[in-house]
């Protein structure tokens, strides 16, 4: 066979129909002569032919293969598209929803935050209040020319309650405040640039020191020497200060001295694994899903917002572009594993 699947068997069979002319032709100058011969050449003539046509249809097959394939590439090709919108679509409604997550929790913490100024302002205007009303009152009596010692030591005594409950609420309303700034962080204000992991920790951890020794613990850093990461160390120094710092707060028992510790791996091309752990009391099952819940804390009342993780969460998954997971059981200590790329995306690649 000549050729196939060209779309018009009809001149591919040229060459065959001149052999098969040549044979009729052959057989009739055969004529009666030898009728043996002339029988083999038309036996011949006819397998040729019934060839011949058998390959005819097999082209005719091929062409009409040939042109279904083309028809299905056609269809896929068509799928293809429409998958491919759908799946832009897709990412516009994830972006969407990303968003409004994201309103969504601010609109939460705002509304915590809101709900968590009040209380200690409140107080502070009705201790304000109350010495107000005081004052005044000890202003007529001197008026009056009527102050007894009785009504001054009452006086000074409201006055030295008063002021340092408004100062105490004051300072805990400026605290939540402040927390409440760090909670949005954002990438574009904090500096980014390239550092030495381990010194970088080092000096964080020194910056540590005092409050670390004065609870009793140790501190152990095991981290590649020449690591360098491109990216937010201010955002890595506060997500350590919180550990340690929440060590100190919530781990151990005022007497009990424990060792922390430090160990950064690089577990794939490009990646950095940064554990934290405390040989602590550990964090309790049921409080293990929300500690990174903006304001939840076990010791609310005593100096805990509750922001600490929080913060902790948004500065991970924000400008570190990590994962953070908690490992933890009651006594038997807190361990953070943070893993995160050794190059923030955006701006040059500065790392080899
Ligand atoms: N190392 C730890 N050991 C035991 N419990 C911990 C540890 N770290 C955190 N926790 C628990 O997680 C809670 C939330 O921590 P988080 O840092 O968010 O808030 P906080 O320390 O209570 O308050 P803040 O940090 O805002 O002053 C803590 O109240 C505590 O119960
Ligand atoms: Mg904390």
């Not at 299905?72 to 897709?90: C, D, G, I, S, W």
């Not at 100190?248 to 990646?271: A, F, K, M, N, R």
Request: hydrophobic residues 40%.
């Amino acid at each position: 066979m000549a050729a196939s699947g060209s779309g018009n068997g009809f001149n591919l069979f040229d060459a065959e129909e001149r052999v098969l002319a040549e044979a009729v032709t052959l057989c009739d100058r055969l004529g009666d002569a030898d009728p043996g011969l002339r029988r083999g050449v038309e036996t011949l003539a006819e397998a040729y032919r019934r060839s011949v046509r058998e390959q005819r249809r097999l082209v005719k097959v091929s062409d009409r293969l040939q042109h279904q394939l083309a028809s299905v590439n056609q269809e896929l090709a068509k799928r293809k598209a429409e998958a491919e919108e759908a799946l832009a679509r897709l990412k516009e409604a994830q972006e969407t929803l990303v968003q409004t997550e994201k309103l969504a929790s601010l609109g939460a913490l705002v509304g915590g935050v809101a709900h968590e100024i009040n209380t200690p302002v409140g107080i502070a205007l009705s201790c304000a209040s109350h010495l107000a009303d005081a004052t005044i009152h000890m202003r007529k009596l001197f008026e009056a020319d009527d102050i007894g010692v009785d009504d001054f030591e009452r006086y000074m005594e409201t006055a030295a309650d008063t002021t340092q409950l408004i100062l105490a609420n004051c300072e805990r309303a400026a605290a939540l405040i402040r927390s409440f700034k760090q909670v949005a962080v954002d990438r574009t204000s904090s500096e980014r640039r390239r550092f030495d992991l381990a010194s970088y920790i080092g000096e964080t951890l020194a910056s540590l020191k005092p409050r670390i020794r004065q609870a009793g613990h140790q501190v152990r850093i095991d981290c590649p020497p020449g690591l360098m990461v491109d990216g937010y160390p201010g955002a890595l120094s506060q997500v350590l200060t919180n550990f340690v710092m929440n060590s100190i707060v919530h781990g151990y028992d005022e007497d009990q001295s424990g060792q922390l510790s430090i160990t950064v791996d690089e577990p794939g091309p490009g990646q950095v694994r940064l554990v934290y752990a405390d040989d602590g009391r550990g964090i309790a099952e049921e409080h293990r899903t929300r500690i990174f819940d903006p304001f939840f804390t076990t010791r609310r009342g005593a100096g805990g917002t509750g922001l600490g993780l929080h913060i902790v969460y948004n500065l991970v998954t924000g400008p570190l572009e990590g994962q953070l997971s908690v490992d933890s059981e009651t006594d038997r200590g807190t361990r953070f594993t943070l893993v995160f790329p050794r190059q923030a995306s955006g701006g040059e690649p500065s790392l080899t």
